[in-house]
């Protein structure tokens, strides 16, 4: 399928690049743009957020078999809760390439979840040997060095710088958005490991979730942290015993 460098939201629903995206059925040229679009577009990233959210939940139907009937419904509103999100979300806006702000509802003045939505920096574990001498492999071990010094606010400046040099990068976007939560920017934070989230199935992704339903609990939204980590304990990965423990002591 040949199409323009640039896309549109119109050209996007028309083409169901959203769903053949996350089936992987895209030429190179068509994701990448598709990728480009959806960083700058919040609405096309709420819509790619609920299909994938969508295909966890559906992907392992004999082992969701093992939870109760209380997980099943739990599993079943993430869904029909993030597609009814994005309805009305698509259905306020009149000119679709224009990125949709959607205001947030204000924490309560006491949020009873913020001890929860409290963690550690994660620690880091270089994954794979970067390149040496490019600008953004050296902004990214400048960041770290910071990160793990304790200065997020450094860390944030040289992750992010380094982010825009290659944006599928999901090690430099997760710890870019873990500084900026620790640093105190948590609503800039939870936005950017959705975008990790976004990317697919990486090494980050599951670890993204986690660490969103901890910025949503920071921000005294407890529903919405459920719902992510019902997607965290759908993946049956590292983070699953975690996942289902933070779930328990949000049923307290």
Partial sequence: MEMDHAMSCEQIERDEIVEKYVAGTLAEDAAEAFEE???RCAACLARLETVQNAVVLMRSPLKMRRYSYAGLAM??????????ALVWKFSE??????PVTVARQQPPPQNPWAELGRFE???YREARLRGA???ASEDFQQGMAAYQQGNYAKAVSLLQKAAKSNPREAQTM???GISLILAGNTAEGLETLRRVDALGLTPYQEESRF???KALLQQGDSTAARNVLTAVVAMHGDWETQ???LLAKLAQ
């Fill in 243 to 245: 996942a289902k423990e």
């Fill in 133 to 135: 001498g490019d600008s």
């Fill in 211 to 213: 660490y969103q339903a």
């Fill in 93 to 98: 806006v009149s000119d679709r390439r224009t």
């Fill in 37 to 39: 679009h959806y960083f």
């Fill in 121 to 123: 920096a994660p620690v």
């Fill in 174 to 176: 997760f710890f870019a």
């Fill in 75 to 84: 599993a079943a509103g993430l869904v029909i809760a993030l597609t009814g």
